[in-house]
């Protein structure tokens, strides 16, 4: 009997513990519906585009929309897809990315599941993939223009700016047609403080 017991209870700790296991040994990636934008999109970007974007394209074969892609991606059935093909490098031909390395697994696998999940491409992610392609775009980004020192704006009230980020400021608020506050004394920063710190 307490033998009896004793299995049941580990069989039941069994059934607990061995999918809570599951879930978390699987890529957290791989149980949520994969993302083209965030999910593909990158790895088509590192990867394929040099040779499949819109720049100077290597191969008729364009990776840019969905319309075109769907010439090697039979959506909803990965096995059935070149593009899948090709990234394994089934049938003798070259594996793509050519001449680089292969892509890991895991990127492998999204693609997969991307593909049997019906391979959805928002019309949104086309423009982007051309945005950023387009090197006059990336060049207007503000991450690339060298920082400039700007000149200080003119203000009515110099007496009050003490620094060039007073002007700043001053000129801002000038501009919304207010005045600034009058400075706070020092006694009064001083209870302030101390309020602050209780
Ligand atoms: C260095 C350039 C280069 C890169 C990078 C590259 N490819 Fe290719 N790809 C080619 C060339 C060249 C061909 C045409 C010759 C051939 O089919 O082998 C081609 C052909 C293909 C084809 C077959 C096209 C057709 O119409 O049958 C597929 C699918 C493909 N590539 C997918 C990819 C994918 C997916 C990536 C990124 C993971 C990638 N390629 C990266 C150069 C490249």
């Known amino acids: 009997m307490r033998h009896c017991v004793r299995v049941l ?3 039941f700790a069994a059934g607990m513990i061995i999918p809570a296991m599951k879930t978390a040994a699987a890529p957290y990636r791989l ?4 993302d083209f934008i965030r999910d593909i999109q990158p790895i088509f970007q590192a990867s394929c585009y040099p040779c499949h974007g819109t720049g100077k394209v290597q191969t008729r074969l364009r990776l840019v929309d969905r319309s075109l892609a769907m010439s090697v991606i039979v959506a909803g059935n990965s096995r059935e897809s070149r593009l899948m093909h090709r990234i394994l490098g089934l049938g003798g031909e070259p594996r ?7 892509l890991k697994p895991e990127q492998i696998d999204l693609i997969r599941k991307w593909i ?3 391979a959805d491409w928002p019309e949104s992610a086309a423009a982007e993939a051309t945005v950023l392609k387009d090197q006059s775009t990336i060049t207007q ?4 223009i060298a920082p400039r020192c700007p000149s200080l704006p003119p203000v009515q009230n110099n007496a009050w700016a003490k620094n060039p980020i007073d002007r700043f400021l001053l000129a801002r ?9 009058p400075e706070a004394a020092a006694g009064l920063d001083l209870a302030l403080l101390r309020l602050r710190s209780c």
Request: without cysteine.
């Open 31 to 34: 149980q949520q519906k994969v």
């Open 141 to 144: 980004h503000w991450a690339f």
């Open 9 to 11: 209870a580990l069989m």
């Open 173 to 181: 608020i000038e501009q919304q047609g207010l005045t600034p506050s």
């Open 116 to 118: 049997d999940e019906g």
């Open 96 to 102: 793509m990315p050519m001449g680089a390395q292969p």
